[in-house]
């Protein structure tokens, strides 16, 4: 097995993920592009390396200024891959299992105000037929429920059949959650769903943003939402559906949502997920202590 090249051992490690856990081609895409930079950073086979050898690669990687999540990330690719070669007797031990990840800055999550929001949603209506209305009924569904894109993408049309206002959402991990809806969400999707299918239903695809036989994709969705933000005047590096998304949960937070009502809409697995959107708000939780402690009562009776 030593003389097996390192693309050779990224090929079948690739062709495992896909078998084996069904990842997405973006996924494996992301691994083959880490691996390989690896592979070009060291001068020995994947199958002797050791733990010095992945830390001198870290340390080139560091020399030409990659970021620290970017160097992260390639780490983890090492440790899958590193332990994908020990369960296949390809070698016997993982060099890279103990090795620390670089430390790692704590981002706060990007949002729109809820102007900008109100804004982007607007101008939808700029936009060329269908599209128009297509892309206000995605935007309004995304920040009615905080919906991940593959969540919105995901949608049918059948679930906009019957007089309900919650939604059954299977987001990550398979992991399922009832989101409820606005008036205004349920009302635009609707009238997306009828326009959509007014000359006949279109028998090639049930997605509820699908149109004329083609299902919308991630990146079609990423490209009309540029266009909306220039139609906005928003600066379009700046909007995402992500960005909606986080949008959803601090407007939620800042007008007076709890933690655990937030992790449940999100669909998050862990309530840490959810707390660090209380560091956007730093003031409100200062205000929120002065407005409901027993101990500021004297202040406000002064």
Same mark, same amino acid.
Not at 80 to 97: K, T
Not at 150 to 157: A, H, K, P, Q, V
């Given at each position: 097995?030593?003389?097996?090249?390192?693309?050779?051992?990224?090929?079948?490690?690739?062709?495992?993920?896909?078998?084996?856990?069904?990842?997405?081609?973006?996924?494996?895409?992301?691994?083959?592009?880490?691996?390989?930079?690896?592979?070009?950073?060291?001068?020995?086979?994947?199958?002797?390396?050791?733990?010095?050898?992945?830390?001198?690669?870290?340390?080139?990687?560091?020399?030409?200024?990659?970021?620290?999540?970017?160097?992260?990330?390639?780490?983890?690719?090492?440790?899958?891959?590193?332990?994908?070669?020990?369960?296949?007797?390809?070698?016997?031990?993982?060099?890279?299992?103990?090795?620390?990840?670089?430390?790692?800055?704590?981002?706060?999550?990007?949002?729109?105000?809820?102007?900008?929001?109100?804004?982007?949603?607007?101008?939808?209506?700029?936009?060329?037929?269908?599209?128009?209305?297509?892309?206000?009924?995605?935007?309004?569904?995304?920040?009615?429920?905080?919906?991940?894109?593959?969540?919105?993408?995901?949608?049918?049309?059948?679930?906009?059949?019957?007089?309900?206002?919650?939604?059954?959402?299977?987001?990550?991990?398979?992991?399922?959650?009832?989101?409820?809806?606005?008036?205004?969400?349920?009302?635009?999707?609707?009238?997306?769903?009828?326009?959509?299918?007014?000359?006949?239903?279109?028998?090639?695809?049930?997605?509820?943003?699908?149109?004329?036989? /083609?299902?919308? $994709? =991630?990146?079609?969705?990423?490209? &009309?939402?540029?266009? @909306?933000?220039?139609?906005?005047? %928003?600066? +379009?590096?700046?909007?995402?559906?992500?960005?909606?998304?986080?949008?959803?949960?601090?407007?939620?937070?800042?007008?007076?949502?709890?933690?655990?009502?937030?992790?449940?809409?999100?669909?998050?697995?862990?309530?840490?997920?959810? /707390?660090?959107? $209380? =560091?956007?708000?730093?003031?409100? &939780?200062?205000?929120? @202590?002065?407005?409901?402690?027993? %101990?500021? +009562?004297?202040?406000?009776?002064?």
């Amino acid at each position: 097995m030593a003389t097996i090249s390192n693309e050779t051992l990224i090929t079948h490690f690739l062709s495992a993920l896909a078998a084996e856990r069904g990842v997405s081609e973006n996924t494996l895409f992301g691994y083959k592009n880490d691996l390989m930079a690896l592979h070009d950073s060291m001068a020995v086979s994947f199958v002797v390396m050791t733990a010095d050898d992945i830390r001198q690669s870290v340390q080139k990687f560091h020399i030409e200024g990659l970021a620290a999540r970017t160097v992260s990330r390639r780490l983890s690719a090492v440790r899958q891959f590193a332990g994908w070669m020990v369960s296949d007797h390809i070698r016997r031990d993982n060099p890279s299992l103990f090795l620390d990840n670089p430390k790692l800055p704590d981002p706060l999550p990007k949002s729109l105000n809820e102007a900008d929001v109100s804004s982007l949603i607007t101008a939808c209506s700029k936009l060329e037929p269908p599209y128009d209305l297509l892309m206000q009924a995605g935007l309004e569904l995304m920040y009615s429920a905080g919906l991940r894109i593959s969540e919105l993408l995901s949608l049918r049309l059948q679930d906009f059949t019957a007089d309900k206002d919650m939604l059954l959402i299977r987001g990550k991990g398979g992991r399922e959650r009832m989101v409820p809806l606005t008036a205004i969400a349920i009302a635009t999707a609707r009238r997306w769903r009828d326009a959509r299918d007014a000359d006949g239903p279109d028998a090639e695809t049930d997605q509820l943003l699908g149109y004329r036989s /083609q299902e919308m $994709t =991630r990146q079609k969705f990423s490209l &009309l939402l540029k266009q @909306v933000a220039r139609h906005a005047d %928003l600066d +379009e590096r700046k909007v995402s559906a992500h960005v909606l998304r986080h949008s959803f949960a601090t407007h939620l937070l800042n007008r007076g949502a709890d933690l655990r009502s937030l992790q449940m809409l999100l669909g998050h697995a862990d309530i840490a997920t959810t /707390q660090i959107y $209380t =560091r956007t708000r730093q003031d409100r &939780l200062a205000g929120l @202590v002065s407005d409901a402690h027993p %101990l500021a +009562e004297s202040d406000r009776k002064e």
